[in-house]
């Protein structure tokens, strides 16, 4: 059983849509690949706020719900640890980000490369099935250098993945806008 095809009819609002994205992603992703350090402290500290806001609003429900539970306590806890771990070690949380990074790759380049066939045959697919094997390349090589090349490979590999996932939306956009 085959899967329906994708038909995308963009009207004008879309095909903008289409091309700011991938305008915004390809100039995120040129910080990353000419930055790659600056992406990857970037990203564990993004992660490490974040972390850290969780455990605050869940101590905060904790506070309010559930004073006497130290169980509730634990999770606000680790998850305040956590974060403050990575804040205060970015290349460490840089290596664990990696191993997750790795699985990201390999599930948006299947999901690209999905996408990809059920486009095909309309202008722009193989743009997507690049990316999805570019994709799926990365997180190999991730692997392959794993933890020791953890502090620059984020970065640039995230870099690369967006600046190339940028250029498919602008080539999907420009197809449209000639259709």
């Known amino acids: 059983m085959t899967p329906p095809?994708?038909?995308?009819?963009?009207?004008?609002?879309?095909?903008?849509?289409?091309?700011?994205?991938?305008?915004?992603?390809?100039?995120?992703?040129?910080?990353?690949?000419?930055?790659?350090?600056?992406?990857?402290?970037?990203?564990?500290?993004?992660?490490?706020?974040?972390?850290?806001?969780?455990?605050?609003?869940?101590?905060?429900?904790t506070w309010q719900g559930y004073r006497n539970s130290w169980m509730a306590w634990l999770k606000a806890f680790v998850l305040m640890v956590l974060g403050l771990l990575i804040a205060f070690h970015p290349a460490a949380g840089a290596a664990a980000l990696g191993l997750v990074l790795?699985?990201?790759?390999?599930?948006?380049?299947?999901?690209?490369?999905?996408?990809?066939?059920?486009l095909r045959p309309r202008k722009g697919w193989g743009w997507m099935v690049c990316t999805g094997l570019l994709s799926s390349l990365?997180?190999?090589?991730?692997?392959?250098?794993?933890?020791?090349?953890?502090?620059?490979?984020?970065g640039l590999f995230v870099g690369i993945t967006l600046f190339f996932d940028g250029i498919a939306l602008l080539v999907l956009g420009l197809a449209a806008n000639k259709a």
């Open 5 to 61: 095809s994708v038909e995308i009819t963009m009207g004008h609002n879309l095909r903008k849509a289409t091309f700011i994205a991938g305008i915004m992603l390809v100039l995120i992703g040129a910080v990353g690949v000419f930055l790659p350090q600056v992406m990857s402290v970037t990203i564990s500290v993004m992660v490490a706020c974040l972390l850290m806001a969780g455990g605050l609003f869940m101590a905060y429900l």
């Open 138 to 154: 990365l997180a190999i090589v991730f692997l392959i250098g794993w933890p020791f090349s953890a502090t620059w490979l984020v």
């Open 102 to 118: 790795v699985v990201y790759f390999l599930l948006n380049g299947f999901a690209c490369i999905t996408f990809a066939l059920e």
